[in-house]
């Protein structure tokens, strides 16, 4: 970014001026991705896929889904034994353009079409822009009910079946910290006449809020993390996932009996926090392409920061999740059978060679570990009453893979 600053763009300076001309990084974040408006999801501008802004599994193509809906179906299978007579739901928040979605449905269909009878897809989308390509994506689905509601309205009627958060709270807005002599600062962005005579974002700070303090001793003790960690350049620069208890709670109202599978970039803590990872892990994506300038281009790109899995299972776990495990995107399709899906590519014919070295290619980048491998799967449980179901429900995808015959 130059010394300058990133030019502010027109509809954000009135929300500078309503707020005094400087905000925390986290509301800048809030506006540039979910203002209803001009935000990058809120106003539908990013496009996901090969030929969007960034590629995510599902749009990778159909195999991701076939693997994803045989731990559906063991999930739906127990809750069915538990809940014989109650409906069962399948809830994708963040759903994106619709396409995993979409494939989960035509692969329950062929491996169980009797779960469609008993099953409703409920998608929860608080973006307009997004939820109108969803609805464009599903508008011929006629399998199953197809609903569009919101965590606070499913709360009145808890649900029984799977949560999927794919790829959604690695956009939920964060804190940005920055050290200073060995103590953190909160990072702000403001908003200023340059001497270019227009108006440039750049990035200020101050002492950490009383509430945000405390979060973060909370942190500190439950997860046995020192902030900043020791050896920690001056200027060391970091995220706190403000926004994810509370989402965590909504989830945890939402769900009577079942699993939330999360599904995102994430980092162990003593990685995430690392006196070496010097600059966090926020970054900017447009047109396929990563950039660091955070600032630039508000409301035109996508900002992800990773999750840090130890306090996130933490903070689950003080909101009544059991944590039923986790692990790397490779491992988890690779005990849900992509080895056989990519042995079973060779018994194509000769004439579908092209389709099979493409499906071969998106396999591949399923589990490639400098790619999308390197998604971390967290599985969590709710019950809202433990002395009903003591046991925690199985997870196929944490087992070690089976061989191939």
Known sequence: MESLGAPCPAWMVTRFEEAGGTISFRRFMELALHDPDHGAYGAGILRVGPDGDFVTSPSMGPD?????????????????VLHPEAPLCLVDIGPGEGDL???LITELNRLQPEWLDRLELILVELNQGMAARQRKRLDQVDSLAVTWRSLEQLSSQPL???????????ALPVERLVNREG???????????????TVRLQWAEQPLPEALEQQLQWAEHQCDLVLPPAGAPEGWTTEWHHSVPDWLQSAA???GHGVL???????????????????????????QKVSNDLLGQAGLTDLTAHLCIDTLIAQARQR?????????????LLSLGLAERLHNLQRLPTDQLALALQRREALLRLVDPGALGDFRWIALQRC????DDPLPLQARFLEPPSEIS
Do not use: K, P
Not at 160 to 170: N, P, Q, R, S, T
Not at 183 to 197: F, H, I, K, P, R
């Open 261 to 287: 599978l999360i599904v995102d970039y994430a980092h162990e803590a003593a990685r995430y926090y690392s006196a070496l990872r010097s600059a966090g892990t926020l970054l900017a994506y447009r047109h």
């Open 64 to 80: 991701f889904a076939a693997l994803l809906a045989l731990q559906l179906v063991q999930w739906f299978d127990q809750l069915a």
């Open 320 to 332: 009544g999740w059991l944590c039923l495990g986790h692990c790397r995107q490779g491992e988890a």
């Open 101 to 103: 979605a979409a494939d």
């Open 183 to 197: 103590e953190l600062n909160q990072l702000l962005v403001t908003a200023a006449m340059g001497s270019d005579q």
């Open 160 to 170: 029984i079946g799977v949560f999927l958060a794919h790829e959604l709270l690695d």
């Open 384 to 387: 809202r009453d433990l002395s």
């Open 253 to 255: 109202g939402a769900l």
